[in-house]
T-cell receptor
């Protein structure tokens, strides 16, 4: 049973437009959420995170929104650039001692020039 | 130099062979992790270690073992490789003092078991 779901395996957007990547979770004990970006032949790299005490966190072109009641978070990239083309993973962490990350299956974003 | 390194980067082996994947880090982090990535399944945790004397099973530890030789080194072994262990394997590290559990990943090892 996947506790973190990314229901869109792929997304294509035009350069300059907004990219919106979505993530849903089922475990109400998750209290910290992260987005990772992965290029081919490289490991995932941390992009942005949000604590459950917030509903928005912004870092440059990247904004993460958290809707706790819906157990939903989204990553907005504005404006999208061709270099943003990558696989994006959503991850969630609980408040237990282990604080392990549970990952979604990823969304392949392609930004078209 | 990369903060988290993995060797080898690519490996092809046969069913039944013993394989070891190695991970080293220069970040000074106390926690280390091994994940595998399969198409459509994201990253799944195999084993994790909070320090040299602490090893814990993750979601999918069957068929794998690990060794934390030093704070900076964490190796993953497949005692008798099987084809469904063909995957991309990632090592990661984190700093328990940070409290946010942001993990830093190595470049991955692509393992093919024939």
């Amino acid at each position: 049973d996947q506790q973190v779901k990314q229901n869109s395996p792929s997304l294509s957007v035009q350069e300059g437009r907004i990219s919106i990547l979505n993530c849903d979770y089922t475990n109400s004990m998750f209290d910290y959420f992260l987005w990772y970006k992965k290029y081919p032949a490289e490991g995932p790299t941390f992009l942005i995170s949000i604590s459950s005490i917030k509903d928005k966190n912004e870092d440059g072109r990247f904004t993460v929104f958290l809707n706790k009641s819906a157990k939903h978070l989204s990553l907005h990239i504005v404006p999208s650039q061709p270099g943003d083309s990558a696989v994006y993973f959503c991850a969630a962490s609980g408040s237990g001692s282990a604080r392990q990350l549970t990952f979604g299956s990823g969304t392949q974003l392609t930004v078209l020039p | 130099d990369a903060d988290v390194t993995q060797t080898p980067r690519n490996r092809i082996t046969k069913t039944g062979k013993r394989i070891m994947l190695e991970c080293s880090q220069t970040k000074g982090h106390d926690r280390m992790y091994w994940y595998r990535q399969d198409p459509g399944l994201g990253l799944r945790l195999i084993y994790y270690s909070f320090d040299v004397k602490d090893i814990n099973k993750g979601e999918i530890s069957d068929g794998y073992s690990v060794s934390r030789q030093a704070q900076a080194k964490f190796s993953l072994s497949l005692e008798s490789a099987i084809p469904n262990q063909t995957a991309l394997y990632f090592c990661a590290t984190s700093d328990s003092g940070q409290g946010r559990n942001e993990q830093f990943f190595g470049p991955g090892t692509r393992l093919t078991v024939l």
